[in-house]
């Protein structure tokens, strides 16, 4: 069964800047289409952007031009590179493959004003 491991989330000030990893175990990264997903405070979890197995990406309106979606396939890793960030980017932060599989337990991003 495939595992995936959120981290680098913390507490930042407004314009501020944070990278989070996904560490996917299992043989088959390569081949997926990874996603990150967030899901703020009373709300339900949503998709923000995802990069392909080729290394094509695609961002929701809400984080284009704030945010990168990069993958290292030596290291199993996807990476979400977040900038300019607003309060409003508050949210458990989710990595998965697309299809989506099981999901990990999240990394916490918190700005504040």
């Known amino acids: 069964q495939v595992q995936l491991v959120e981290s680098g989330g913390g507490l930042v000030q407004a314009g501020g800047s944070l990278r989070l990893s996904c560490v996917v175990s299992?043989?088959?990264?390569?081949?997926?289409?990874m996603g990150w997903y967030r899901q703020p405070p009373g709300k339900q979890r949503e998709f923000i952007t995802r990069i392909s197995s080729g290394g094509f990406t695609l961002y929701d309106a809400s984080v284009k031009g704030r945010f990168t979606i990069s993958r290292d396939n030596a290291v199993n890793t996807v990476y979400l590179q977040m900038t300019s960030l607003k309060p409003e980017d508050t949210a458990v932060y989710y990595c998965?493959?697309?299809?989506?599989?099981?999901w990990g337990q999240g990394t916490q991003v918190t700005v504040s004003s």
């Open positions: 998965n493959g697309i299809p989506n599989m099981n």
């Open positions: 299992g043989s088959i990264f390569s081949t997926l289409d």
